[in-house]
């Protein structure tokens, strides 16, 4: 996670950047060399997370400009 000064959350990054969050049907994804074992940068061991949830709140999202939007299909 990125403060307002640029510093980094390692505790949050090394938390997150081994997990593998499987949004796939299946498991097929959990018998892959990115799904467990050292990870290859030897900072830590890659997870497979089969049911993931969320870990933050939902966003309040403000609509984007219109001016961004395809008026194809309008």
Known sequence: MLHFR???D???YYRLSYKL???SEGEE???GRWAQGQ????????EY??????????PNLKP???NLHNKLFR
Do not use: M, Q, W
């Open 6 to 8: 640029g510093e980094i």
């Open 49 to 58: 997370v089969s049911s993931p949830v969320p870990e933050g709140k939902r």
């Open 21 to 23: 969050y499987n949004f």
């Open 39 to 46: 990870a290859l940068d030897g900072h830590g061991d890659y």
């Open 64 to 66: 984007a400009p219109s």
């Open 10 to 12: 390692k505790d949050c």
């Open 29 to 31: 994804s959990s018998t």
